[in-house]
Every structure is written in structure tokens, then in C-alpha cells.
């Protein structure tokens, strides 16, 4: 004897299945793989990340939003504490600076001069310019490009193991070393290349931009004034005569 609920029951069962899932975005697929597109992405978005920093961030957004890229993904994770972030970001950063002008720099026999900026000393007309530049270009445009976006690809295509995150890390320190050495030389381009391997170790292990961006800020302001200051030579021989 069949009853009313299994007759209904067989009924479901030879149903066809609702669609249950959105419809495939092929572009986002593409944007996200390593086919031609992905690829283009990728390589226009490395290449603007060092003379075009703001507009190469604002196409790694509208990368990660197109392909559907979690923000996560790119490191940009809401922080625990705004407040908390913002004073270590300051704090770290401009200690990093400090420690890099007086130790580090000295010890590789660069000049206490930073000749590509010694135009800043006393130029008050420069400074806005400059603060900017080093805010949100270098601060949030350099740390989106060289730490989340290219960490992401990098990330997906080499792996996410110990050796292969190393080996991101090294990567994406020697291209913003090597962005930095035209305009800087090989100082600036030591420099950079110990700050990307810092700041990518960091990125590497907490996935989270936000403190970096602020870090990375904060670095360059305090180069900016010691400059600005005149007070290069001095700081270089803080610990070394």
C-alpha cells in the first residue's frame, strides 16, 4: 500500500535538481588563473606597482573585486583594534628608519646622503608633495602591490608550503629592491630590499596589510623630516664615526 508522503517522496526524487548554485563568472575565473588574461593582470599590475603606485593599488581593488578575490586574500583583513594598529604601525615603522639609517645603511658603507632627496632640506614648498607621495603612495600603494597582491598570485601559483612562501618573500623583496635602484641607486636599493624582506616576513606569517600600510608610512615620514631636517649626517653617525 503506498501512502500520500511516499508517493510524494518519489516524486521529488525524479524531479530534476534546482539550480542551486550562481551562474559561472567566466571573467572572474580568468582573472584569478594563470591563462593569458591572469597573466596580463598580473604583469600590468607589477609593472605600473613601481611608477604608478596609487593607480596600480586601485587596480589591484578592482582586481580582487572583479575576480571575486576575498579582500583576505590580498591582506586586507579588519584589525582587532584600530587604535592598537595605528600606534604600532607608527612606532615600528619609525624605529625601522632609525635602525636603518644608523646601523644597517653605515654597516653596508652607504653614504649618510641621500642625494636623489637632498633636494627636501629646508624645502617647505616640497613637503606636501612629498607627504603624500610617501603616505599614499608609498605606504599604501607599494605594501598593496609588492605584499598583498603579488604574495596572493605568487601564493597560488607556487604554493603556500614553507619553502615556496621563502621563496615568495625573496621574490617580491628583490623586485622592490630592484624598482628602487633608478631613481635611488644601489643604496635605495639595498634599502628597499631589506624592508621588503621585513615587511614581507611579516605579511608572510599574518596575512593583515593595515600595520604595514601605516608601517610603511611612517618609515618614509620619518626619512622625509630627517631629511627635511638636515639631520641625515647626524643620524648615520649615531653609533658609527
Do not use: C
Amino acid at each position: 500500500m503506498t501512502t500520500a508522503g511516499s508517493t510524494s517522496s518519489e516524486q521529488r526524487a525524479t524531479e530534476p535538481a534546482a539550480e542551486s548554485t550562481a551562474p559561472v563568472d567566466a571573467l572572474a575565473i580568468k582573472l584569478r588563473g594563470f591563462g593569458p588574461l591572469g597573466v596580463l593582470a598580473m604583469l600590468v599590475i607589477a609593472a605600473l606597482g613601481p611608477v604608478l603606485e596609487p593607480v596600480a593599488a586601485l587596480l589591484v581593488l578592482a582586481w580582487a573585486h572583479r575576480s571575486r578575490t576575498p579582500w583576505a586574500a590580498v591582506g586586507f583583513v579588519r584589525p582587532r583594534s584600530w587604535l592598537a594598529t595605528l600606534a604600532i604601525g607608527i612606532l615600528f615603522g619609525g624605529a625601522f628608519k632609525i635602525a636603518m639609517k644608523a646601523i644597517v645603511m653605515p654597516l653596508l658603507g652607504a653614504d649618510p646622503i641621500n642625494w636623489a632627496f637632498h633636494h627636501l632640506v629646508g624645502n617647505t614648498a616640497a613637503l606636501p608633495a612629498m607627504m603624500l607621495a610617501v603616505t599614499v603612495g608609498a605606504g599604501f600603494g607599494e605594501e598593496t602591490v609588492f605584499r598583498g597582491f603579488l604574495f596572493e598570485r605568487l601564493g597560488r601559483l607556487l604554493g603556500r608550503g614553507t619553502a615556496a612562501t621563502t621563496a615568495i618573500v625573496l621574490l617580491t623583496s628583490s623586485w622592490f629592491g630592484l624598482v628602487h635602484y633608478p631613481g635611488q641607486g644601489l643604496p635605495g636599493a639595498q634599502q628597499a630590499f631589506i624592508v621588503g624582506l621585513v615587511y614581507g616576513t611579516i605579511f608572510a606569517r599574518t596575512g593583515r596589510l593595515w600595520m604595514l600600510i601605516i608601517a610603511h608610512a611612517a618609515f618614509d615620514v620619518v626619512a622625509v623630516f630627517i631629511i627635511y631636517w638636515d639631520l641625515e649626517a647626524t643620524v648615520a653617525h649615531l653609533i658609527f664615526r
